[in-house]
């Protein structure tokens, strides 16, 4: 299979999509003042207590509220529906028109579509479960959570990326040493500088990697 760069970067975004809008509906409702202003401190949100939160994430103009999240969701299924199974686009499609369902719906339905990963191609799910680790190791983070397990789930998914990445590897070993969000964001400019640049030695691409300007699916 051809993978571009453009769409191994929409596989990325997807999961870091799917697993903020399973996390986020996973604690929603806010009713607790003081949690909410903590998370919004966390995030840089304009909130200052549980109402002002619970607005923003409800409110389908703002891109990182639930409705805007599967908005983003289903903008990255269709990137890559051609390289997905019938069952996982199925699956993810159903995210189109659930915003208005409770958020247990949606968390378990977002579950549902993420088991669905596990049966796709593994150049395909490396990519898709990258973007899950970083979203996880970013939200510990910024909440100041216990960073062993996302640290050590992320360093695991990127001994699997293709030759020519392992450089997202190599700098994860600064993660480890440094688990703080400076070193973080490196590890995401090398990601970045990746999916728009490819990697540097084009003769070690074991999964075909052709570049970002290929194709839009």
Same mark, same amino acid.
Request: proline share 4%; glycine share 4%; net charge negative.
């Given at each position: 299979?051809?993978?571009?760069?453009?769409?191994?970067?929409?596989?990325?975004?997807?999961?870091?999509?799917?697993?903020?809008?399973?996390?986020?509906?996973?604690?929603?409702?806010?009713?607790?003042?003081?949690?909410?202003?903590?998370?919004?401190?966390?995030?840089?949100?304009?909130?200052?207590?549980?109402?002002?939160?619970?607005?923003?994430?409800?409110?389908?103009?703002?891109?990182?509220?639930?409705?805007?999240?599967?908005?983003?969701?289903?903008?990255?299924?269709?990137?890559?529906?051609? $390289? &997905?199974?019938?069952?996982?686009?199925?699956?993810?499609?159903?995210? *189109? !028109?659930? %915003?208005?369902?409770?958020?247990?719906? /949606?968390?378990?339905?977002?579950?549902?579509?993420?088991?669905?990963?596990?049966?796709?191609?593994?150049?395909?799910?490396?990519?898709?479960?990258?973007?899950?680790?970083?979203?996880?190791?970013?939200?510990?983070?910024?909440?100041?959570?216990?960073?062993?397990?996302?640290?050590?789930?992320?360093?695991?998914?990127?001994?699997?990326?293709?030759?020519?990445?392992?450089?997202?590897?190599?700098?994860?070993?600064?993660?480890?040493?440094?688990?703080?969000?400076?070193?973080?964001?490196? $590890? &995401?400019?090398?990601?970045?500088?990746?999916?728009?640049?490819?990697? *540097? !030695?084009? %003769?070690?691409?074991?999964?075909?990697? /052709?570049?970002?300007?290929?194709?839009?699916?």
């Amino acid at each position: 299979m051809l993978l571009s760069l453009s769409t191994a970067e929409n596989l990325f975004w997807l999961g870091r999509y799917m697993a903020r809008v399973e996390s986020l509906c996973q604690i929603l409702p806010f009713t607790d003042d003081g949690k909410a202003c903590a998370y919004a401190n966390a995030f840089g949100l304009s909130a200052w207590n549980a109402q002002t939160l619970q607005a923003l994430f409800d409110d389908p103009n703002t891109e990182f509220s639930v409705p805007g999240t599967l908005a983003h969701i289903q903008i990255n299924t269709q990137n890559v529906r051609g $390289v &997905l199974s019938q069952s996982a686009f199925e699956s993810l499609h159903r995210l *189109a !028109d659930i %915003s208005h369902e409770s958020f247990k719906s /949606i968390a378990d339905l977002v579950a549902q579509s993420s088991n669905a990963f596990a049966h796709e191609q593994a150049n395909v799910r490396v990519f898709w479960q990258l973007g899950v680790r970083i979203e996880a190791l970013d939200r510990a983070l910024r909440l100041q959570e216990p960073l062993e397990l996302p640290v050590a789930r992320l360093q695991e998914v990127t001994t699997h990326l293709p030759a020519g990445w392992q450089t997202v590897h190599q700098h994860m070993q600064q993660l480890v040493e440094v688990p703080d969000l400076n070193t973080f964001y490196n $590890v &995401l400019d090398i990601l970045n500088s990746l999916f728009f640049d490819g990697p *540097a !030695d084009h %003769s070690m691409q074991p999964m075909q990697f /052709i570049q970002a300007q290929s194709h839009t699916i």
